[in-house]
């Protein structure tokens, strides 16, 4: 994006079609002889399937089929996974990382409320939902687990039996020697936070529709997600086509956040049922399903803990970490790493320490979402930063002197300029280094000089935040 877009009025191209009632969303799409699934979902967190009775269900009216794991056993394959430990990370931190199978429907266990039993096909889609509430199935109730701090801990009871644990991630990261800094600070301070768990809520709910065509082998399926490649990758799998033979469209979608960007049971199951039934068939998410069946986020709890100089000076940080990850490992080392990544921020930090324990619990699955672990850490960073500057105000001027980079130092960072560059005004050039700056380390600029603010307010009138950390109030 060049400088002339920066406060510049851009007239958006999609409005006038959508302002016009031209949009084409996934529930648009209507195929001659399309059919409509609705699924059955665990209503328990923790449970076995003892037995599934299907009978009642498929003589309802205008039921097609329903469909279980044993029925659709030759197209059950394990969702994709993500977030492998690129090999030149895994040089540096030592991962003890485990994932299990997700299956599209339920083998014999459920493990979150809202995984899907079995699919029920008819010709309409209020037909299909009445059928589903027939379906009878017989469940043992088995032991869940529902906190992450105790999900970590010896003799909880386990998500998956085969990993003896139910830590998916482990992982300690460190810089300089945060023990010795803490036993030498003049002062340490340490807080525990909570970041509670989030769903994504797009306007448009998630949706899919698929059709098979025997003459030329092909599969054409429309999604409403952000990662059609991710789909067509996994539909790879399931149907055991080539990728030239499997054409995923995503038409306008309507709000994805990353929610829609994980890959799901239902992107299998429609494409599945069309090509076992040779009928288009659609799906639509209903709000309720959404909230148990699409990817959650965040959750994670921060046991942190600054040490300092006297004169407010950040001398080391240390945090333990958890992250709730629902009951599978879908995402890998992407939350728990980029949650690390970014807890120092703009900090001046030369002694980490960081204990990661990532964990399965009996929840939905967990999934990156806007910013992906970034504003986990940056929250608890900064409450805890703040938290020093209020208990020592005789310390605030220094501490947001000494603990956060500087203009100039952002410029080093961020700012590069070849020698064809022409020259521009020093007045410019500033205005320029603080807008990069702001760019990059906005929030947390924010947070410094509302750290600062703070604390000297408590201070003699003549304290005053340097020039480097001013900023505006909060809107």
């Not at 083998?107 to 009878?136: L, N």
Request: charged residues 20%; contains cysteine; proline residues 6%.
């Amino acid at each position: 994006m060049g400088a002339k877009f920066f406060g510049a009025a851009v007239k958006r191209r999609e409005d006038p079609r959508f302002l016009r009632g031209e949009g084409r969303f996934v529930d648009d799409v209507v195929l001659p002889g399309l059919l409509h699934a609705a699924f059955l979902r665990s209503p328990h967190a923790h449970a076995r399937i003892v037995s599934i009775d299907t009978t009642t269900a498929a003589s309802a009216p205008g039921v097609i089929r329903v469909l279980t794991f044993r029925d659709l056993e030759r197209w059950m394959k394990p969702l994709p996974l993500f977030g492998a430990v690129p090999a030149g990370l895994a040089a540096v931190v030592k991962f003890d990382i485990r994932q299990a199978p997700q299956w599209a429907l339920c083998r014999d266990r459920a493990r979150h409320v809202g995984e899907i039993v079995a699919m029920v096909v008819a010709d309409s889609p209020e037909r299909a939902e009445d059928a589903v509430d027939q379906i009878r199935v017989d469940w043992e109730i088995l032991p869940l687990v529902v906190d992450m701090t105790r999900a970590a801990e010896p003799g909880a009871p386990l998500i998956h039996p085969e990993w003896g644990s139910n830590v998916g991630i482990g992982f300690t990261h460190a810089i300089g020697d945060a023990d010795h800094a803490f036993a030498g600070a003049d002062v340490t301070v340490a807080e525990t936070f909570h970041i509670q768990r989030y769903v994504g809520m797009p306007l448009e709910n998630r949706g899919v529709v698929a059709v098979w065509d025997r003459r030329d082998g092909t599969m054409t399926t429309w999604n409403s997600t952000q990662v059609s490649h991710f789909v067509q990758q996994g539909l790879t799998g399931a149907l055991g086509l080539p990728p030239h033979q499997i054409r995923v469209i995503a038409p306008d979608l309507g709000g994805g956040f990353g929610t829609k960007a994980s890959g799901y049971a239902e992107d299998a199951l429609v494409p599945i049922a069309a090509m076992a039934l040779g009928r288009p068939v659609k799906w639509i998410e209903s709000r309720r399903e959404h909230m148990s069946g699409a990817a959650h986020a965040r959750h994670q709890v921060h046991a942190i803990s600054l040490a300092a100089a006297r004169d407010g000076t950040i001398l080391a940080v240390r945090d333990r970490i958890w992250l709730d990850l629902g009951a599978y490992n879908v995402w890998g080392v992407v939350l728990p790493y980029n949650t690390v990544a970014h807890l120092i921020g703009p900090h001046r930090i030369k002694n980490m320490r960081v204990d990661v324990q990532a964990v399965v619990t009996n929840k939905t699955p967990n999934a990156p979402y806007r910013g992906a672990g970034r504003p986990e850490t940056v929250f608890a960073m900064d409450r805890a930063s703040c938290g020093w500057t209020r208990r020592s105000s005789g310390a605030a001027t220094t501490f947001a002197r000494t603990s956060y980079r500087t203009t100039s130092a952002c410029r080093t960072a961020t700012a590069t300029r070849s020698s064809t560059t022409p020259a521009i005004s020093p007045t410019r050039s500033r205005r320029r280094s603080r807008r990069r700056t702001t760019r990059r380390f906005g929030p947390n600029s924010r947070a410094c000089g509302r750290a600062a603010f703070i604390a000297a307010s408590a201070s003699p009138a003549t304290s005053r935040a340097p020039r480097s950390v001013r900023s505006r109030a909060p809107r």
